[in-house]
């Protein structure tokens, strides 16, 4: 998903933010951490400037970095989970809700990672990653105005490169080479 920009410049919803939940909520989960918790979660302190896992790229985390979230409290696992229905309600009922059960086992193995500034005019970016979600969210180009968003199942990635992958592991065979 992307928005550019992600803030309305005129017209009658002038000022309107698209995005608004994914990019509100992340905020007010960074803001809701204490100093520690903000360190375990900090990757860097500008954003990383896009998403990491574009297309052909969701393997592209060998683990979990981040806050994890049975190191937060109930209200900022609350925020949590009303950032990931965000992503996740943008799916039909039949496919969103029994997915968002499959988040929920896996909620205490999931990790909240940021990168940059706190405030609504500061490029930043946020990464949620556990057993059966992986979101990447990147509010950096066009001075802090053009979001670029990415929802993935680890478990069941449609956006893997199979073919690549398997031309990478399988032996060579009828004149084909990797």
Not at 34 to 56: C, F
Not at 98 to 104: G, N, Q, S
Not at 169 to 178: E, F, I, N, R, S
């Amino acid at each position: 998903m992307g928005t550019n920009p992600a803030r309305i410049p005129s017209g009658p919803r002038e000022g309107a933010r698209l995005q608004h939940d994914e990019f509100i909520l992340g905020i007010r989960i960074a803001r809701n951490l204490s100093a520690e918790q903000m360190m375990k979660a900090m990757l860097q302190d500008r954003s990383l400037g896009n998403i990491v896992t574009g297309p052909g790229r969701g393997d592209a985390f060998a683990s979990r970095q981040g806050l994890p979230v049975s190191e937060m409290t109930d209200t900022q696992r609350g925020l949590l989970t009303q950032l990931i229905a965000a992503y996740v309600g943008m799916a039909r009922n039949e496919i969103g809700w029994p997915y968002m059960k499959l988040v929920h086992a896996g909620l205490n193995e999931t990790t909240f990672a940021w990168a940059g500034g706190i405030s609504e005019t500061e490029p930043f970016y946020y990464r949620i990653h556990g057993p059966r979600i992986l979101i990447e969210f990147d509010n950096t180009q066009n001075d802090a105005n053009h979001i670029h968003a990415v929802w993935r199942d680890p478990a069941n990635d449609f956006g893997q490169d199979a073919l690549h992958r398997h031309y990478g592991d399988a032996p060579v065979t009828h004149g084909h080479k990797p």
